[in-house]
């Protein structure tokens, strides 16, 4: 493999190789993989994982809110910023959809880390305006306004995006979500957001917002659907809403580990799938007990009970699914001449075979397997 600046420029048997004029790094023992994408996770949440309640609702009143709100302590904010992106790192993610807290600057702390280490990110500053805690709550344009902020410092600088974050329905107003919906395709931006993840939010969704057919037609409403859209969960949806994310050409992340761990339900992978829509991985951390995707991955295939997810297609998931998922599929996702130069350096006992290798990766040693990490070509540390 060539690397000329931050892309692959040519992929060669070893033997064909052109070694003049270039520094060479010989992996041959080693095995090359594309870097690993997370399209779910909260870096708020780092230190709260594993913390467990059984209802989505109760565990963000008891521990998420709670945690959240510390973030207002910019020291902190930076201390728990660098575990995250550390922890990113080691775990072979090169590629993270980020979701941050209310504060505007804990927000810029991200942004400047992830700048710092030259690492591929979307992130978002967490929009609120409702039915949320004092502390949290924020006012419906200033919500906006700091979003659009951020948005026109770090949209696509350097390997950064931004992306327009709307918590979830409950704890934003119409007014709020169109805003945002109406700037974001106007302009082409990345929304994220939580959607049917735990029937009890379904159910205040439905008192909340009367005038909807449903839960997904509130964010239809709101303009909130679209292609750089990306729905974590998405468990219980009815058919109509199926359709309603494949008409706008929504994507979803799908988080195996936090469905299991919040009790919130299972994800009918194979049906959404086979009707088209775009699924890549998340961890959902703190939701999801680790930024390990190799586990994620292995939760995926363990969750599906009416057909398997093999290791091939867990492995896509995280690989080429996620950057389909981000609409970054022509950029990264795959070791492909003219992608950027994003990929893995593992050490693998088992090389009998590709579903052998994956099945080793994903059953038994996942991260310890990585001994570097590259992102555009450069190692990260």
């Not at 080691?90 to 804990?106: F, R």
């Not at 409702?130 to 919500?143: F, G, H, V, Y």
């Amino acid at each position: 493999m060539t690397i000329d600046e931050d892309k692959i420029s040519d992929i060669s048997p070893f033997e064909k190789f052109d070694s003049a004029n270039k520094i060479v790094i010989d992996k041959s023992d080693k095995i090359i993989l594309p870097g690993l994408i997370d399209t779910h996770v909260h870096l708020s949440q780092w230190r709260i994982r594993g913390s467990y309640k059984s209802d989505l609702l109760e565990w963000l009143a008891t521990y998420t809110f709670p945690e959240e709100e510390r973030f207002f302590n910019l020291e902190y904010a930076r201390i728990v910023t660098k575990e995250f992106f550390s922890n990113l790192i080691a775990a072979g993610t090169t590629t993270a959809t980020i979701y941050v807290t209310v504060s505007q600057k804990a927000t810029n702390i991200a942004f400047e880390q992830a700048s710092k280490l030259n690492y591929r990110a979307l992130i978002g500053k967490v929009c609120m305006d409702r039915n949320c805690p004092p502390a949290l709550l924020e006012k419906t344009d200033t919500s906006f306004e700091q979003s659009v902020e951020l948005c026109q410092q770090w949209d696509n600088v350097a390997n950064l995006n931004y992306v327009f974050t709307p918590r979830f329905a409950p704890v934003c107003s119409s007014a709020l979500m169109s805003k945002i919906g109406n700037y974001a395709q106007a302009h082409n931006k990345y929304i994220q957001t939580h959607l049917s993840e735990n029937r009890n939010e379904v159910a205040l969704v439905k008192e909340l917002f009367p005038q909807a057919s449903s839960y997904t037609d509130v964010y239809r409403q709101c303009q909130i659907l679209g292609s750089k859209t990306i729905m974590g969960h998405a468990i219980h949806l009815t058919d109509n809403e199926i359709n309603m994310l494949i008409e706008t050409d929504t994507k979803l992340a799908h988080c195996p580990d936090s469905n299991l761990f919040l009790k919130s339900g299972r994800f009918l992978y194979k049906k959404l799938v086979d009707k088209g829509l775009i699924v890549g991985l998340g961890s959902d951390v703190a939701g999801g007990t680790c930024l390990d995707m190799f586990y994620h991955m292995k939760m995926a295939n363990y969750t599906q009970t009416d057909g398997s997810v093999g290791v091939h297609e867990a492995f896509y998931l995280a690989t080429l699914g996620g950057a389909a998922t981000l609409s970054k599929a022509d950029e990264i996702g795959s070791i492909t001449a003219g992608k950027k130069a994003d990929f893995l350096v593992v050490n693998l006992d088992n090389r009998d075979g590709v579903e052998e290798m994956l099945s080793e990766l994903i059953f038994v040693k996942g991260k310890e397997a990585i001994e570097e990490v590259y992102c555009g070509g450069e190692k990260l540390k």
